[in-house]
């Protein structure tokens, strides 16, 4: 990204020292000093580096200060038996910030009631971890419900690490063998002789090795000796959250911080060709401007300066892929061609069998367009950061609520083009993530407005520059056949989905549970220049949607039910059919619903979890309006470390699924979005939300993901509900008043 910028005035830099009060902590126990945004039961404090086993300031059993020891990069324990456990994936209202520390803490046996947590530094290389949720290092980005999954393994095995250092040095205090030596929350216990001495005491003379002791899954405890995981605790975040006193990225104030906007393109991809420059700088607390590859940024003493600045701004445009009168819905209905036998070939995505020779074969063949349009991420609060670059303009600091801590980081310096180094981040909490924050757009705009003024800058977004500048769920179709034989066996099955989003489109359309022979899967790509981004379940949604619909389409005009049809489909996966039966108890599948409702069922996996949904659902035939009343949910998704979050998840992702389902839609006219805030991009409201049910089947597998489970099934279960009780299809989500009374004349 380019820039440049112009100043009105230019004042002495003031201290950039934050107001809030500092904390500690050491990245490990050989050094390696950084700064954090701690957490704690107030809201968030700035860190400050201190040596191992410096003062805290608290008393401890004797009277005198207590002081922490760092046992390793992810644990400290003080004198007076407190123990800080850093929590490394962002916590954006999904529970990550309890349920990480909660895992750790399981096998240490640390006392929960002794437990603070704190937001572990932007060091990837310790606190990272793999795609594959084993080994050290790797990503820190909190995405695609793969916190607890991810970091699951590694922190069992850094809290066994951190008991065996307990033990080691207890036995050579005590001179006795580590053998006899068991703990007990925040004790350790020798039997034989009915010792007990408290973490906080072993603390005071612990000898902690610079590389931790081996340890394996045969050191790991049973999930029968499971204390805290499985357990529900209270949430960490939940307390300061209610009380207000929790701190967001849009709360961070520094001194001398200057605010900042930036009006961008109407049209994705275009820029700014001219703009009244003289007087944009001649408005009142104006301290300069600053010139984007797409928009023009204003940077001013206060918030109603700024906005002051925007409305006068008057800005020659140019470019942009879309500008050229793109239509959003004559450009969604082309895709039709475009999968069909005369459109370019596509990128197989996955192939088993001979789907066409199948399809030849078979005794009845059934065919089905889906469509879905844009959908805006609609996080709850706006996009927003403060940087602050020095004078020399060779390092920042930062203050950001990110699904990506690390990537930021990254991008800051190479925005700077210094080592990651020199730039501090201080990760937030953030109102709402849903893959849009894990983009650093509006991290590295306000370090472009930063250090065009070498001052603090809080650049902020409002909702109309996000619905309008958004990177969006891409609009698709999804073009389905199947083939079934004489027995009535589904044998052959193709799905081509076209749309403009590259790799976001694919994810879910693979179907490894459905036993189904002859398979051909592909995607055909489009090029609008409309930005495109990961949307809760990515492709799931759009892809579930129209799996699980043809999958009942196929099931009426084979006069067999849907829950039996997916029963013989999934008769290869035990494990998937125990959530099918699950949900199919739980609704009372089989029997009658009330007067002038009808239910539809749908099986999705996501994130390594398998979860089937029922919704009971009503219409009004007048409106159009479709009304869901229940919606119940079973889900396997390995070990719930946390119970009573990990239902609030599976709940917040069929809410998300609904909205997206009956409301949500982003619409392009001559290139610009049509839609401007929630008064006309609507969403689920409380006066819509159905009764949910969800619950999860015992198992003793590793966790999977949660948090996006829930989101996949909500469109086709719905569809498949509406089918039932009018006989006819829903294909183009969202379900709107129009199209379902447009689906009702046939």
């Given at each position: 990204?380019n820039?440049?910028a112009?100043?009105?005035s230019?004042?002495?830099?003031?201290?950039?020292e934050?107001?809030q009060s500092r904390?500690?902590?050491?990245k490990?126990?050989g050094g390696?000093?950084?700064f954090?945004?701690?957490?704690?039961?107030?809201?968030v404090?700035?860190?400050?580096?201190v040596?191992?086993?410096?003062t805290?300031?608290?008393?401890?059993?004797d009277?005198?200060?207590?002081?922490?020891?760092?046992?390793?990069?992810?644990?400290?324990i003080?004198?007076d038996?407190q123990?800080?456990?850093?929590?490394?994936?962002?916590?954006m209202?999904?529970?990550?910030?309890?349920a990480?520390?909660?895992?750790?803490?399981?096998?240490?046996d640390a006392d929960?009631?002794?437990?603070?947590?704190?937001?572990?530094?932007?060091?990837?290389?310790?606190?990272g971890?793999?795609?594959?949720?084993?080994?050290?290092?790797?990503?820190?980005m909190t995405?695609?419900?793969?916190?607890?999954?991810?970091y699951?393994t590694?922190?069992?095995?850094?809290g066994a690490?951190?008991?065996r250092?307990?033990?080691?040095n207890?036995a050579?205090?005590?001179?006795?063998?580590a053998?006899e030596?068991t703990?007990?929350?925040?004790?350790?216990?020798?039997?034989?002789?009915?010792?007990?001495?408290?973490?906080?005491?072993?603390?005071?003379?612990?000898?902690?090795p610079?590389e931790l002791?081996e340890?394996g899954e045969?050191?790991l405890?049973?999930?029968?000796?499971f204390?805290?995981i499985?357990h529900s605790?209270?949430r960490?975040?939940?307390?300061a959250k209610?009380?207000?006193?929790a701190?967001?990225?849009m709360?961070?104030?520094v001194?001398?911080?200057?605010?900042?906007?930036?009006?961008r393109?109407?049209?994705?991809?275009?820029?700014?060709?001219?703009?009244?420059?003289?007087?944009?700088r001649a408005?009142?607390g104006v301290?300069?401007?600053v010139?984007?590859?797409?928009?023009v940024?204003?940077i001013?003493?206060?918030?109603?300066?700024?906005?002051g600045?925007?409305?006068?701004?008057?800005?020659?445009?140019?470019?942009?892929?879309?500008?050229?009168?793109?239509?959003?819905?004559?450009a969604?209905e082309s895709?039709?061609e475009i999968?069909g036998?005369s459109?370019?070939?596509?990128r197989?995505?996955?192939?088993s069998?001979?789907?066409d020779?199948?399809?030849?074969?078979?005794a009845?063949?059934?065919?089905a367009?889906?469509?879905?349009?844009y959908?805006?991420?609609?996080?709850?609060?706006?996009?927003n950061?403060v940087?602050?670059?020095?004078?020399?303009g060779?390092?920042?600091?930062?203050?950001a609520g990110t699904?990506?801590?690390d990537?930021?980081?990254?991008?800051v310096?190479?925005?700077?083009?210094?080592?990651?180094?020199r730039?501090?981040?201080?990760p937030c909490?953030?109102?709402?993530g849903?893959?849009?924050r894990s983009?650093?757009d509006y991290?590295v705009?306000?370090?472009h407005?930063s250090?065009?003024?070498?001052?603090?800058?809080?650049?902020i977004w409002t909702r109309?520059d996000?619905?309008?500048?958004?990177?969006?769920r891409p609009q698709?179709l999804?073009?389905?056949?199947?083939g079934?034989d004489?027995?009535?066996?589904?044998t052959?099955?193709?799905?081509?989905v076209?749309?403009?989003?590259?790799?976001?489109?694919?994810?879910?359309?693979r179907?490894?549970y459905?036993?189904?022979?002859?398979?051909?899967?592909e995607?055909?790509g489009?090029r609008?220049g409309?930005r495109?981004?990961?949307?809760r379940?990515v492709g799931?949604?759009?892809?579930?949607?129209?799996?699980?619909?043809?999958?009942d389409?196929?099931?009426?005009g084979?006069?067999?039910?849907?829950?039996?049809?997916?029963?013989?489909?999934l008769r290869?996966?035990?494990?998937?059919?125990?959530?099918?039966d699950?949900v199919?108890?739980m609704?009372?599948?089989?029997?009658?619903?009330p007067s002038g409702r009808?239910?539809?069922?749908?099986?999705?996996?996501?994130?390594?979890?398998?979860?089937a949904?029922?919704a009971?659902?009503?219409?009004?035939?007048?409106?159009?309006?479709?009304?869901?009343?229940r919606?119940w949910c079973?889900v396997?998704?390995?070990?719930i470390?946390q119970?009573d979050?990990?239902?609030?998840?599976i709940?917040g992702?069929?809410?998300?699924?609904?909205?997206?389902?009956l409301?949500?839609?982003v619409?392009?006219?001559?290139?610009?979005?049509?839609?401007s805030?929630y008064?006309?991009?609507?969403?689920?409201?409380?006066s819509d939300?159905?009764e949910?049910?969800?619950?999860?089947?015992?198992?003793?597998?590793?966790?999977m993901?949660?948090?996006?489970?829930?989101?996949p099934?909500?469109a086709?279960a719905v569809a498949?509900?509406?089918?039932?009780?009018?006989?006819r299809?829903?294909?183009?989500?969202?379900?709107s008043?129009?199209?379902?009374?447009?689906?009702?004349?046939?």
């Open positions: 990204m820039a440049r112009d100043f009105s230019r004042e002495p830099r003031e201290s950039r934050a107001t904390r500690t902590f050491l490990h126990t390696g000093l950084s954090v945004l701690v957490f704690g039961p107030a809201g404090t700035l860190g400050r580096p040596d191992a086993h410096a805290d300031g608290l008393p401890g059993a009277g005198r200060p207590a002081t922490e020891h760092a046992f390793g990069a992810w644990v400290r003080a004198t038996g123990v800080l456990i850093y929590n490394p994936a962002a916590e209202g999904q529970g990550s910030m309890t990480l520390p909660v895992i750790l803490a399981e096998e240490m929960w009631e002794r437990v603070r947590i704190e937001q572990s530094p932007v060091e990837p290389s310790v606190y971890r793999s795609w594959g949720g084993r080994g050290s290092g790797g990503t820190m995405v695609g419900s793969m916190a607890v999954r991810g699951f590694n922190l069992r095995l850094a690490q951190i008991r250092v307990l033990l080691d207890v050579r205090e005590w001179s006795v063998p053998g030596l703990t007990e929350p925040g004790v350790v216990v020798h039997a034989s002789s009915g010792r007990r001495i408290s973490y906080g005491e072993v603390a005071a003379f612990a000898r902690v610079s002791p340890v045969a050191d405890k049973s999930p029968d000796d204390r805290l499985g605790v209270p960490h975040d939940i307390p209610t009380d207000g006193s701190r967001y990225g709360d961070v104030r001194p001398g911080m200057l605010y900042g906007m930036i009006v393109s109407p049209v994705h991809e275009g820029r700014p060709a001219s703009f009244n420059e003289a007087e944009v408005q009142p301290v300069g401007t010139t984007l590859d797409y928009g940024g204003v001013g003493e206060t918030v109603e300066a700024v906005f600045a925007r409305d006068v701004m008057n800005i020659e445009w140019a470019g942009g892929a879309a500008a050229e009168g793109f239509d959003s819905v004559p969604l895709y039709a999968a036998p459109g370019a070939p596509g197989t995505i996955s192939e069998g001979d789907a020779a199948a399809l030849e074969g078979a009845r063949r059934y065919e367009d889906f469509y879905n349009d959908a805006y991420h609609a996080q709850m609060e706006p996009l950061a940087a602050a670059v020095n004078e020399a060779d390092g920042a600091e930062v203050w699904q990506a801590a990537g930021a980081r990254s991008a310096a190479s925005t700077l083009g210094v080592p990651v180094e730039v501090t981040f201080h909490y953030l109102g709402g849903f893959g849009r983009m650093s991290v705009e306000a370090v407005l250090r065009a003024v070498r001052r603090p800058v809080k650049l109309e996000d619905v309008q500048y958004g990177a969006f698709s999804q073009r389905m056949t199947g079934v004489a027995d009535g066996d589904l052959a099955w193709t799905h081509c076209v749309g403009d989003g590259g790799g976001l489109l694919s994810s879910g359309i179907i490894p459905y036993d189904i022979p002859n398979q051909r899967i995607s055909r489009v609008h409309v495109t981004k990961h949307w379940s799931h949604g759009s892809n579930k949607f129209a799996i699980e619909a043809f999958i389409d196929i099931a009426r084979e006069s067999i039910d849907p829950y039996q049809f997916r029963r013989t489909l290869d996966a035990p494990r998937a059919v125990a959530v099918l699950e199919a108890d609704a009372g599948w089989g029997e009658s619903p009808a239910r539809g069922i749908a099986f999705a996996e996501r994130s390594g979890s398998l979860a949904g029922v009971e659902i009503s219409v009004d035939e007048t409106s159009g309006r479709i009304r869901v009343h919606f079973a396997d998704g390995g070990i470390v119970p979050n990990a239902r609030a998840q709940e992702g069929i809410v998300t699924g609904l909205s997206s389902a409301f949500e839609r619409s392009v006219r001559n290139g610009r979005v049509e839609q805030n008064h006309d991009y609507s969403i689920l409201r409380m939300m159905p949910i049910d969800v619950r999860f089947i015992p198992s003793r597998e590793p966790p993901g949660l948090g996006e489970s829930g989101t099934l909500a086709g498949n509900a509406f089918a039932a009780l009018t006989g299809p829903l294909r183009h989500m969202p379900f008043p129009e199209r379902v009374l447009e689906a009702l004349e046939g």
